[in-house]
């Protein structure tokens, strides 16, 4: 017997990390792999706020199980929420956004949704990302973060 797929709530949050090393000033992005949907498409790391879950925490579990890092919820500085962000798949949606600063690059220990990574300085950005990227350089977080 098929089990039934259940569909997100209409109210699905998510949860992403710009993650910015201040010795070069290079963000960090994962390439997405075939593996999963919109592959090929570069993005911040993050992913699903579970219900009732603090959209921090969720943040800390999807950054651990996504690249292996592993971070306090107090290292993570609130950027921005954007509310009614659209999700083909979730409908309506709230994207919270946060930054972590990193002293170094480091190389992260990516999932099966990855299959790369990169750094990249503000000015040289791939030109493909996946809704939630997009919707957070078009809200102009990128510029609010300073050296």
Request: proline letters at 3%; charged letters at 35%.
């Amino acid at each position: 017997m098929a089990k039934d797929r259940v569909k997100p709530s209409s109210s699905q949050a998510g949860a992403w990390a710009i993650i910015r090393c201040a010795d070069t000033g290079k963000f960090l992005l994962g390439k997405r792999s075939d593996e999963v949907n919109n592959a090929g498409a570069w993005n911040f790391f993050g992913g699903r706020v579970d219900r009732g879950e603090d959209p921090r925490r969720a943040l800390v579990r999807e950054l651990i199980e996504e690249a292996g890092l592993r971070v306090k919820e107090k290292q993570l500085i609130r950027l921005g929420r954007v509310s009614g962000g659209r999700d083909r798949d979730a409908g309506e949606r709230d994207m919270h956004y946060f930054l972590l600063r990193l002293d170094q690059e480091i190389v992260p220990r990516l999932n099966r949704e990855h299959s790369s990574f990169r750094w990249f300085k503000r000015r040289s950005l791939p030109a493909r990302f996946n809704r939630p990227t997009i919707v957070a350089i078009r809200q102009g977080l990128l510029n609010k973060i300073k050296a």
